[in-house]
């Protein structure tokens, strides 16, 4: 090694070589002085990293699609509905900067409310419904058209390219030109191609009483999803606001009705909105109607008494196998995904996303096109009337919680009164929120052509934080992990189980923890009394008793 000349395939010795060269063998031949071995070797010994970047993601056409999805689910959300009532049913005035807030039709019946001397009847509740109605038909549709909820940045990082609200909303023009139809999304398209009957003349959007396409449902499909309400249900939203309508008619809901203590005065508003919430229950929808909904579109089944004859003709049975599936394969992709040794391959995720799109093209019918729209409409009005400050007087939830929306402390505080689950509304909500937007992008995405797995890898990557705040959720509120491998077939069958069934059992187990001290309390109570155990021989007035089993409740 005489002046510092390495010749060949040699090997630093450990006395010469810097550590990070140690590992390697140079080749060629270096001519390297004694001050400049000696600096180089401290720079290599100092800075020299290496770094691995994740495969470079390819843009698809389908991207800004998923963007109006986000943009529109935020816009219809129940902060911004909230504003909105406020501004057109209090204040009065448009909102700036939100097409549509003057809405003549509200503002007409608004007017003609407020000239009067007094309010009875069912009239202001009816201004809440119509007032509903106008916010989700001035928020819903395909398209990105306020601001407030576009996040840029947000976008950006998610499509791992820059991007501008008007650069998306050319994107999203350029998706609908696919089709052969303007300002059609090519999956829609492809159906009204498919509708026997229906030829070129006929496929112009017009009113029901004429052979058309109904109008604004194929330009502008509202992008509600019934899951939304599912899950909220499973929430126990409808059953609080039941349970106040109840107890406001003096009716006992139960032996010791927890509510006794609610009065709500006659000279604030929603004593008269709850009047109105009652009178109008003939047209809401019931119980019944939305689980055997529930049922046509994912399989998903209710449990209780309301339901307890519940006879469906078409149920999606497979569809949460195949759903709890693709969130599975997701996960696994995720994990090869992060290794930037390897390049993960997502045909697999690919082939669960065409399965999921076709069993939920298959419950697209019947009640698809209203229902959702109705469950939606009356589910933001109970939420709206559970933030009210009224009720917060009697249910006003814990201070230190941070709930995201100003109903939720209501309905986690009439879930402690009434002993029923002891798992926060805001797990459901955000099942029901980013379930939603899951399965809306799969919904309505053209996937059943796709055979491109690059397509499949920016769906998993855009939708990275929904899917795994679905999957945390779920965790919570049911006890099973849809990320983890599958080891044995009880797993399995726990993961393609009812999530009604889990929350059941979940709540009896609750109950079960709850119920032996306090029935070990009581006198002549034993153990076996509680949880159905055969009873041990005890003497009664001097003899001794058989044993026997006591039947659980």
Known sequence: MANNEITGDVTYTPQEAPKEARRGTLRGTINISGDAASIIRNAVEDSTKVTLQRTAAAPTEDQPLWVAIRNRTQAIGFNRYHNFIDRVLCEGEQASGQEGYGSPSVTDNRVSLASRPTIHGVDAYSLLKLATDAFLIFECGVRISNAESFNAAAESNRLEQPVTI?????????????????????YLDRIVRQIVGLDATRQAERLPYCEAILQHRLTCPSLLELIWSYWHEEGMLVQTLNAIALRFQNRRGQARDPLISLELDPLRPLNNLLWGFVQDEYNRLSVRRRAYEYDHHYGFALVGKAVSDFHPVDSRSKFLEAFHNLLYRTALFYKDDDDTTIIADAFALLNALREVHLILAEGAHNQFGDLPWTARREMLIMQWLLARPEIKEFLRGRYMVPYQEPWM???DAMKRLQGWSDVTVTHFHELAIYGEQILLSIRY???IDVNDQQQARNWARYWR???QRYIHAYLATTGVDLSVEMTDTRQAAERFLQPSVHLQKRLVAQRGRHALPSAM????????????????PAPVHGRGRLLKHRAED
């Open 445 to 447: 995405g053209d996937w």
């Open 166 to 186: 008007d650069s998306v909303r050319n994107q999203l023009s350029n998706f609908y030109l696919t089709g052969a139809n303007q300002n059609v999304l090519p």
């Open 521 to 536: 309390t009581t006198a002549r109570v034993l153990p076996s009394e509680v949880f159905g155990y055969a009873e041990l």
């Open 465 to 467: 934080p929904e899917i």
């Open 409 to 411: 402390g209501a309905v």
